[in-house]
């Protein structure tokens, strides 16, 4: 059975409200472009592989006063170009009327994202924000740059036992907490080579512009994963999907829906019996988390991967949407109740080490409720024993805010009753109170509530009764 992750919703009365399950800077879209090498000061992408419209983005922001207060060190770069996608919910009033792009900016010294928001028709900034520790998607000249540092490398290629192609190199947001500079707040890259007695794992640090660590690891290859060590038969997809939009009405539900650039199946102004219920429903990223024992160390180990459409995911190769979109209907004792929304997507190899997939299921009920589900199928880079990868999807989910306020609960199985938390808290294994249940829910199976208006959430994690390998 494949692990799922698992998100439930239950609806008994009728409420608006908002929720971010996962938070996290949510680029709006990206493109692989050619940048030039960092200089002392910001670095534009290259005027010949974009549009008019981005290069325009580009200058207004590079030269306005604004950007030069936002505290720049001397070594930066444009990373991404990005139309706002005009689909988006409550998208600003000025972007309604007007051209306006995501300009994307890496600070090297300081390891901050910053995003310029440029309304191109009128040639003005209108937002700047930033955020610590992280990184736009990167450009395909830094992917570039990345793979000389592992092609040019004595350690790289001795460890490798040959010498190091280009079309070999499939870079991924890779972080090791036992690597100097790359324990998930730098922006460092990571691929592995496959080798006849396991794999070899090389990490890049980018803003050191160097190899930063080396180690191996074992792999399994008994018969039957040589049997599946061929090329995935598909057609190329990619960029197939980018510019299509889908809708669908059924059991008194309304959903609008595509395959984002960097998001995955974005759905979109989803209403049941004509409310309005989710403003938006994203799948921001994939953790693919290793704990291994290395040359290096013995702390975690892993990936960011990033499911797209197929167009200008920048960030390392792309795992692209396998097929369009498909409708399939819940059956519950021969009966319909309800129907989801499933997007499959594959990596070119997928059955090989190191090769992955992802499913995305949304699925909605006749009876108003509605779950939102991530599954993977790996293979990873482990050895099918202890080796293996634990896969997080990182979920944001953003519902139709009330008029007034909500309260978000939680159940307290120490008190044995409804706790409302008044700050931004987690909830998971490990967490004081639980006594040592990962999520402590009341005798009806509920471990959150959402009150406060006139429809109350509640919200049931998924321990494997929907019976379909969910563990999330």
Known sequence: MRPYIMTYYHTTRTLFFWIVLAAALILLGSQTIQSSAAGNTTVPLAEKAISAEQSQAQTVALTSRALSRSNLSARTEVFQIAPLPNFRPNQRDLC?????????IYDYETGRATTVIVDITNSQILDIFQLE?????????????AKALMINNAEVVEAVGRPIQSKEIMLMDGYHADVEGCDGRNLCLTNVFVVDSGNVWVTVNMQKNEVAGIWWTSRALDGAEAGRLKETESADTRGGFCNDTYSHTAGGW???YRISNTDGLYAYNISYQGETVVDSIKLVEWHADYTVQNTSGGGPTGFVDY????????????IV???APEIRPITEMGQQ???????DYRMSSWGNTCNYR??????????????????????GCGNAQLEEAVYRPVLRIDLTPAVTGEHFDYWDSTANNWTESTFEDWFGEGRPGHNGDRFPANSDGYAFRIRGGVKDYYIEPGIGQFKDGGTG
């Open 96 to 104: 309604a009327t007007a051209t306006c792009y995501q300009v994307d």
């Open 133 to 145: 520790n992280s990184h736009p998607m990167y450009s395909e000249a830094v992917a570039l740059r």
């Open 254 to 256: 309304d959903v609008n």
């Open 307 to 318: 499911t797209t459409c197929g167009v200008g995911s920048g960030s390392g190769f792309p």
């Open 321 to 323: 949407a396998y097929v």
């Open 337 to 343: 109740i309800g129907f989801e929304i499933v997007q």
């Open 358 to 379: 992802y499913e995305q299921h949304y699925q909605f009920y006749n009876d108003g409720r509605w779950r939102v589900v991530g599954g993977s199928y790996g293979r």
